[in-house]
């Protein structure tokens, strides 16, 4: 127990709140700019078990902030980060599942969990993982960056009447724009990680005020912070997620060329002119007011079709949401961007 005697020589914790921890089993969603240091934090702490849940590999254009990869590094990024959590403390186990959470895997990861900690940057999975751990009564830390600027909020998930992320979100917005897009503060993503690490330390151990169905948010350039109680607004049911035959994301995106265009019934660019100001031949320009309804109205059903943006993220959340729309529509993003 020397490991973790700077955190049990305080009364909160002890060798009960130790206890508690080597017994719990926390799944990590997503291990880039926040699952990073959560992960760490968590196994530093001596969490029995981690999962972490990552399908994706590093990119230079997040290292900045995603501050456990080397450059180059080119293996799964929950591979990696376990290894690093591994080497930080061999008494926690810690499992690396190589694949995104989707709604074929999310009940078996979330029921093996005590606490889950959504740490992915897409808002699909999000609401995925919200949905599925308020289905599965399994307590939930939520945390989100954008520019300066984060969010977070543990759902106890006690009750199904609870307080859940749709009571703040009721969809997944597929217009908001992504880090590649309006780029992110990298010290905001590690202090919103702190707080997240340190929300599931204390709701695991019982101790302090973490905030309980209540939105925390936090400006890094003042570091200014408040809290918003969250009253339940949202009164549909939520469906099993993986009681539907969804899509995996690698039915959704493909890895087309600018030769691959003409094999497409009509290709849609969500890039604005200054990103692009000359567009490619036979590509419709998407603007920034309803995409969604804009891909509809000149969409038919058994029509085959691509999206693309500047990272492939909100391509990939349009595609995601037309085809939840209508299963007929093969709507598909470009994995990479824009193509060339």
Request: hydrophobic content about 40%; overall charge neutral; proline content about 6%.
């Amino acid at each position: 127990m020397l490991r973790y005697q700077r955190q049990t020589i305080l009364p909160e914790i002890g060798q009960t709140g130790q206890q508690r921890l080597m017994d719990s089993h926390v799944l990590v969603v997503g291990c880039g700019g926040l699952g990073g240091p959560v992960a760490a934090y968590l196994a530093g702490a001596g969490i029995g078990t981690l999962t972490l849940v990552d399908g994706d590999k590093p990119e230079e254009s997040n290292l900045h902030r995603q501050v456990f990869f080397q450059t180059g590094a080119t293996d799964n990024k929950a591979k990696l980060l376990a290894q690093h959590c591994a080497l930080l403390n061999p008494s926690t186990r810690v499992c690396a599942h190589e694949s995104y959470l989707e709604a074929n895997n999310a009940k078996a990861l979330i029921e093996a969990a005590d606490l889950v900690v959504e740490c992915s940057d897409h808002a699909q999975t999000k609401h995925l993982v919200s949905d599925a751990c308020h289905l599965l009564g399994t307590p939930l830390v939520y945390a989100a960056v954008h520019k300066y600027e984060g969010y977070l909020a543990v759902f106890p998930n006690e009750t199904l009447d609870d307080i859940h992320l749709r009571d703040v979100f009721p969809a997944p917005d597929p217009t908001l724009p992504d880090c590649a897009t309006v780029g992110v503060l990298p010290t905001a993503v590690g202090l919103i990680a702190m707080l997240q690490a340190n929300a599931a330390l204390c709701f695991l151990l019982q101790i302090g005020k973490p905030p309980l169905r209540q939105l925390l948010t936090y400006n890094a350039l003042d570091n200014h912070q408040h809290r918003l109680k969250l009253r339940k607004s949202y009164t549909k049911p939520i469906p099993e997620p993986w009681q539907k035959a969804q899509l995996t994301r690698a039915d959704l995106e493909t890895d087309a060329t600018l030769a691959d265009l003409p094999n497409y019934d009509l290709v849609f660019s969500m890039l604005d002119e200054q990103r692009e100001p000359k567009l490619p031949k036979d590509v419709v320009r998407l603007t920034k007011r309803n995409p969604f309804g804009q891909c509809l109205e000149r969409m038919k059903p058994g029509g085959k079709y691509l999206i693309y943006c500047n990272s492939g993220k909100l391509s990939l959340m349009l595609v995601s949401q037309i085809r939840k729309h209508d299963a007929s529509i093969e709507a598909l993003s470009l994995r990479t961007g824009r193509p060339s």
